[in-house]
């Protein structure tokens, strides 16, 4: 597959992930308030953990 390899020249690690979700709730909580911000919060850090699982599930070895 194309998209491993460049994943594995530039390997994303949680840092990556933090990061941008840290981004995103920034201007979230400035620029909304109330329950739809924080259900698009909630998404954008599931959306994160399942991206981290499946790169997990690639990125170890096979015994």
Same mark, same amino acid.
């Given at each position: 597959?194309?998209?491993?390899?460049?994943?594995?020249?530039?390997?994303?690690?949680?840092?990556?992930?933090? !990061? !941008?979700?840290?981004?995103?709730?920034?201007?979230?909580?400035?620029?909304?308030?109330?329950?739809?911000?924080?259900?698009?919060?909630?998404?954008? !850090?599931?959306?994160?953990?399942?991206?981290?699982?499946?790169?997990?599930?690639?990125?170890?070895?096979?015994?």
């Amino acid at each position: 597959m194309r998209d491993r390899k460049k994943n594995k020249k530039i390997p994303l690690q949680p840092v990556h992930f933090d !990061r !941008r979700i840290s981004l995103f709730e920034a201007t979230v909580n400035e620029l909304f308030t109330g329950e739809k911000a924080e259900l698009a919060v909630s998404r954008a !850090r599931s959306i994160r953990d399942i991206m981290q699982y499946k790169m997990q599930q690639i990125n170890q070895p096979k015994p």
